[in-house]
C-alpha cells in the first residue's frame, strides 16, 4: 500500500483531471435531466478530499487506489419517488459507460429483517466514445460513481451518517429497536408515494377516457387537468406546454366551484355545451388550462362570472376582450366597458 506521503503526492498530481471530470459529469448529468423533464431536486457532484480518500485506502487496504476506488468523483442525483429512481438510472446508462460489475444496488436489502439505508450506486466511465474528443482528453477512463436515491431515502442517510447510526450496536437495543420501526416506517412511506403517484395517473386516465366511475367525484387538479388536455385534444384547440409541478389550479376550482361547478361530470357539461364556441376564440397564443376554463365561464354566461367567480386576480389582454365580444355577439367596446365597470383592467398593448 503506498504511504500517505506518496499518495497524497500523486493525488495532488491528478487533482486537477479529477476536477475536470466533475465539472464535466455533473453539467453532461444536469444537461440531460433538464432537456429530457426528468424530475428530481437537485444533482449535486464532489471530489473526495485528499485526506478522506487516504483514508478510504487504508480502510480498504488498496494496492493500487487510483484504479481501486470509484468514488473519488461522485455525483448524487436525488429524486421524489421509487419510479424515478429507475428513470434517472435509464438517463445514467444512456449518458455513460457503466461497470454493472462494481454497481451496487443498496435499495435491496442483504436479508428480509434489514432496515436502513437504500441507495442505488453506479460505477460509470464517460467511455471511450469521448476520448476522441479534447474536452474529455485524458478523463475518460477515470471511475466516478453516481448515487441515485429518494428525497426521504436521503433524508434518512444524511441522519444516519449525521448520527452515526450505521453500526447495529450504535444504541441500546431498545433505542436501536425504535430507530429500526423509524426507518422501516420511511421505506414504507417512500413506497406508498410512489403508489399515490401512480394511482394518480389511473385516475387521470380514467377521467380522460369520461368513466362513470368518476362523473361526480368533486373535482380535483388531477381531475381538472386531466379532463381538460382530453378535451382541447379531442377539440383540436392548441394548448400551451405546461412545466411538469408548475400547475396550481386551486384558485381556477374555487372559481369554477362558486360559478356553481363542483363536480367532473359538471365540468365536462360546461366544457361540451361551449366547445363550438370555445374553439371559435381566435386566441393569438396557444391556450392554457385557466384560459380555457375562464373563456367556457364566460362564454356560458359573463355576468355571472364577474359576479359570482372572478377574484379580481388577472387582466384581460384587448384582443381577449375582441376574439370573445366577436363570439358573445356582441361590440368589443360595449364589452370593454362591461368589464371595466364590473373592475376588470383591459390591458391595451
Known sequence: ??????????FEGRFGQFLHLQRCIDGLIKDAFN??????????????????????VERKKYESPFEEMTDIVAVRII?????EVELAKQKITALFEVDDFKSTDKRQPRAADVVGYRSLHMICSLGLNRAMLDEYAGICE????????????????EIE????????????SDLQRRLMVVAGAL????????????????????????????????????????????????????????SSGNTDLERLIEELNSFGIKRIGEARGLLGKQRE????????????????????????????????AYQGDFFFRFEEVEALANVLGIRAQEFRTYLKNSGVEVFVD
Open 1 to 10: 500500500m503506498l504511504s500517505k506521503e506518496v499518495f497524497l503526492k500523486q
Open 35 to 56: 432537456r429530457e423533464g426528468v424530475p428530481h431536486l437537485y444533482v449535486q457532484s464532489r471530489v473526495k478530499s485528499a485526506d478522506s480518500a487516504f483514508q478510504k
Open 79 to 83: 429524486v421524489y419517488l421509487n419510479s
Open 142 to 157: 477515470i471511475p466516478f460513481e453516481v448515487q441515485i436515491r429518494t428525497v426521504l431515502e436521503h433524508a434518512w442517510a
Open 161 to 172: 451518517h449525521k448520527q452515526n447510526y450505521k453500526s447495529k450496536i450504535a444504541l441500546p
Open 187 to 242: 421505506e414504507l412511506a417512500d413506497r406508498e408515494l410512489s403508489n399515490i403517484a401512480d394511482d394518480a395517473i389511473e385516475y387521470a386516465d380514467l377521467v380522460s377516457a369520461n368513466s362513470t366511475e368518476t362523473e361526480d367525484d368533486w373535482l380535483s387538479e388531477t381531475s381538472l387537468g386531466a379532463l381538460v388536455s382530453d378535451f382541447a385534444s379531442k377539440s383540436s384547440i392548441p394548448m400551451a406546454v405546461q
Open 277 to 308: 364556441r370555445l374553439v371559435s376564440v381566435k386566441e393569438t397564443e396557444p391556450n392554457t388550462i385557466y384560459g380555457l376554463i375562464r373563456n367556457a365561464m364566460i362564454l356560458e354566461d359573463y355576468p355571472k362570472y364577474f359576479n359570482k
